[in-house]
């Protein structure tokens, strides 16, 4: 199984707007990552241990995000230390269909195989119909909805 995340309203909330609208450079200062313009960006508290959780089962852990500044998302995963856990990266602009078909080329998971977390139901609605099972986050990645793939 691959587990697939997106990024932000997902992972992360970069002061309730997303990592390419934000303000490099980042800075970590008293444990938290704040942007050229004092932002806060904040880790969802469970997502680190689900990361943890996720590779101690040796499951396959990829993230598909359509940022115009996949430099900045990358820098982002490296602050918060979580770029460890992920197997695969697909972030770039476009559609998340190309990031799922670069999976399944990478990956030869077929579609079934693959779970998508996203807090964008257009995204939702799009992946689904490749057959992946797709879950909606509402209020960021929370154990509640990994829950049945630590199993």
């Known amino acids: 199984m691959l587990i697939v995340f997106d990024l932000d309203f997902t992972l992360w909330n970069c002061g309730d707007t ?13 444990g938290v990552i ?30 598909a995000s359509r940022t115009y500044a996949p430099d900045w998302a990358t820098e982002l995963m490296s ?33 079934n195989q693959m779970v998508f977390f996203d807090d964008e139901l257009r995204n939702i609605d799009e992946v689904g119909k490749l057959g992946v099972e797709v879950i ?7 154990k509640e909805l990994i829950h049945p793939y630590l199993r």
């Open 34 to 63: 704040r942007d050229a313009v004092d932002r806060k960006i904040r880790l969802y508290p469970d997502v680190y241990t689900i990361l943890e959780e996720l590779k101690d089962k040796q499951m396959q852990i990829a993230v």
């Open 136 to 142: 909606l986050v509402k209020s960021g990645l929370n």
């Open 79 to 111: 602050l918060f230390d979580i770029k460890k856990f992920i197997d695969h990266f697909e972030i770039y602009p476009g559609s998340k269909l190309s990031h799922f078909k670069s999976l399944q080329k990478k990956t030869k998971m077929p579609f």
């Open 18 to 30: 997303w990592c390419d609208h934000t303000s490099p450079p980042y800075r970590r200062q008293n």
